[in-house]
Nanobody, 120 residues
Framework: QVQLVESGGGLVQAGGSLRLSCVAS????????MGWYRQAPGKQRELVAA???????NVVGSVKDRFTISRDNAKNTVYLHLNSLKPEDTAVYYC??????????????WGQGTQVTVSS
């Protein structure tokens, strides 16, 4: 099992910045990738950014020039840096971890989510 705990959300004015943190614990050695998703009211959960064990990152196009993902292996922590925030970035942000088990099966783990609210 993998446990994920997010923090860092809050209320910020448009143009502001936040840093979200996700601390992983448990069976973390078999994690292959971690990422951040978000879900706005009435919308489906969507991928925002991901980072692999090899350090490769992917940030989706709509936020590519404003958000970055990074990690601190010593702290088992992945960060999402949100800059130049817009009201449409308002959502619950979820941390995700993928773990590959015997048979090549990939398991997904989720944190409880952290609310980001951007006021205009």
């Amino acid at each position: 099992q993998v446990q994920l705990v997010e923090s860092g959300g809050g209320l910020v004015q448009a143009g502001g910045s936040l840093r979200l943190s996700c601390v992983a614990s448990g069976n973390i050695k078999s994690i292959t990738a971690m990422g951040w998703y978000r879900q706005a009211p009435g919308k489906q959960r969507e991928l925002v950014a991901a980072i692999t064990n090899g350090g490769n990152t992917n940030v989706v196009g709509s936020v590519k020039d404003r958000f970055t993902i990074s990690r601190d292996n010593a702290k088992n922590t992945v960060y999402l840096h949100l800059n130049s925030l817009k009201p449409e970035d308002t959502a619950v942000y979820y941390c995700n971890a993928q773990r590959t088990v015997l048979g090549g099966i990939t398991l997904d783990y989720w944190g409880q989510g952290t609310q980001v609210t951007v006021s205009s």
